[in-house]
């Protein structure tokens, strides 16, 4: 198991470098995506449904209740 | 059963390409009519294909079994290609050589010993060595054409949104796209076509992409291909050098014109795509908590994978995101900018795929700056969402090397007539 810690502090000089690196890109607009996202709605009419989904579900679930996916509150 | 399908079925696997392989399911879906009919295929294993396990290369999903078909998968499967194998791959799609797979690193078959490249490693090899037709790899820095250079085949990243990426899981979402890994620039433009289109279920697809291998045309005859000077300042191979400049010469022979053109910040791309794929991956994984399927992932997965969680949780804090993100987006405009400049006035770029040679698999390299050099000539079309692909451009020492072809967006089809063009043409 890597360590959690010192992959953090070892990562932070590798941002620091990176940072120094972009240090004379001047301020100008954001790139986030290259294409437009647009809100997405699908027709309104029921889609194709697999009827073994919910079994396959089941089977990933590490706990399965009653019919229902059982998980911790929080951890 | 057709003599070519069960000659490929029956191969063993001798280099670690594939995680799982499905020969019983393959054969049911023999002989079905369609484009890729008796086309046996592999997958790279974060793209869901039902009934299949869909590891992504970590402990994390070991027994995560894909209660649903991707995109690309249904409609491979509706044109009768045989998915047979799902392909070794970096952990998570992070990494550049196929050494941090859970299940074990991929040798490269046309130069072993060495590394295959990544992180679509299992499929660029599966290939190469003849297990499967035609494969499925996901690039978001450079991650089918890396491997693809490294193995002698061919390999495409189509431009962004071409593709759909419903059922890929995702690296790092703005970037990643899906493609097709082949022997021949024919087999991947038929795979393409097969794949890309529009589909509801990604908002980010674009309706775009028909009739690629039909279209293509591989004169170079009056074709004007930029070659940006920065390149030969950043290749650390003197061999690289001399195969792309050789390349070039081929091209120049077949009828095209080479001309200068500029990417004065391709030395940015590194930092810029490293950051935005921190933030992106951090977010990717919230979801692999252990809760509903898997293994809690920082419980689970290596050591590049942590790293990217980390340092992806630590700059999305209030405090870092100005130093860090916000100025990776703003560079990844920067270079955008440079990319569509460079492209004007020009039907393509041509250049190299990678810096340097596979490393040799007993070679282990610890530090990431090394490993993340690799991507310096592919992470360039991913932050602009450009077409590229790798065609083989021959060997330095008996180890393969790609020529990058990068286009505009959406002349996809142009990358591939001019990556057809400089496969056909012997002077």
């Not at chain 1, 709605?41 to 449904?49: E, N």
């Not at chain 2, 499929?123 to 690039?139: H, I, K």
């Not at chain 2, 796209?177 to 038929?190: K, T």
């Not at chain 2, 050098?241 to 390349?247: D, K, L, R």
């Amino acid at each position: 198991m890597p360590d959690e810690k010192k992959v953090l502090e070892e990562g932070k000089k590798l941002l620091e470098e990176f940072s120094e690196a972009l240090k004379d890109v001047p301020d100008t607009e954001e790139t986030h995506y290259v294409v437009d996202l647009k809100n997405v709605t699908r027709p309104d009419a029921p889609g194709k449904c697999d009827p073994d989904f919910t079994k396959k579900f089941e089977a990933l679930a590490p706990k399965w209740d009653y019919g229902y996916l059982k998980v911790e509150k929080k951890r | 059963m057709s003599e070519h399908v069960e000659k490929l079925l029956g191969k063993k696997d001798k280099f670690n390409a594939f995680i799982k392989t499905y020969p019983k399911e393959a054969k049911a879906q023999m002989g079905k009519k369609g484009k890729l009919k008796d086309k046996v295929l592999a997958l790279k294993s974060c793209i869901c294909v039902n009934g299949y396990l869909t590891s992504c290369g970590s402990k994390t999903l070991e027994n995560y079994i894909a209660p649903y078909d991707s995109t690309v998968a249904e409609r491979i499967k509706s044109e009768g290609g045989i998915i047979y194998a799902m392909a070794n791959m970096d952990e998570f799609a992070c990494g550049v050589s196929g050494e941090s797979s859970f299940y074990g690193p991929t040798e490269n078959p046309a130069a072993p010993g060495r590394v295959p490249g990544g992180s679509s490693s299992g499929s660029a090899a599966a290939v190469a060595a003849g297990y499967v037709d035609m494969a499925l790899g996901s690039d978001t820095g450079g991650s089918i054409r890396n491997p693809a250079s490294h193995c002698g085949v061919v390999g495409f990243k189509p431009t962004y949104g071409m593709v759909s990426r419903h059922g890929l899981c995702d690296m790092a979402m703005s970037l990643d796209q899906i493609g097709p890994i082949a022997r021949s620039v024919g087999d991947a433009a038929l795979l393409l076509e097969v794949i890309a289109g529009h589909d509801p279920k990604d908002a980010t697809s674009l309706n775009a992409g028909t009739g690629f291998s039909k279209s293509l045309d591989p004169s170079l005859k009056g074709k004007r291909l930029g070659y940006p000077k920065e390149f030969d300042e950043l290749i650390a191979d003197k061999g690289i050098g001399e195969a792309v400049h050789s390349s070039l010469n081929r091209l120049k022979d077949a009828g095209a014109e080479i001309v200068d053109v500029g990417l004065p910040s391709l030395d940015k791309g590194i930092p810029t795509y490293y950051l935005n794929v921190y933030v992106e991956f951090f977010s990717a994984t919230r979801k692999y908590d252990g809760r509903r399927y898997g293994h809690r992932i920082e419980e689970a997965c290596g050591e590049e994978v942590l790293r990217r969680i980390v340092l992806g949780s630590y700059i999305s804090q209030k405090e870092w995101q100005g130093k860090f993100y916000r100025k990776a987006l703003q560079a990844r405009s920067v270079i955008r900018e440079e990319m569509m400049r460079a492209l004007k006035g020009v039907d393509a770029l041509v250049g190299p795929v990678v810096p340097s040679l596979p490393h040799k698999l007993d070679e282990r390299i610890d530090d990431p700056r090394v490993l993340y050099a690799y991507d310096m000539f592919t992470v360039i079309a991913n932050l602009a969402g450009v077409p590229a692909g790798s065609v083989p451009a021959g060997e330095v020492n008996g180890v393969p090397t790609g020529l990058q072809v990068i286009g505009k967006p959406l002349e996809d089809q142009k990358v591939l007539d001019v990556m057809a063009g400089f496969e056909d043409y012997r002077a």
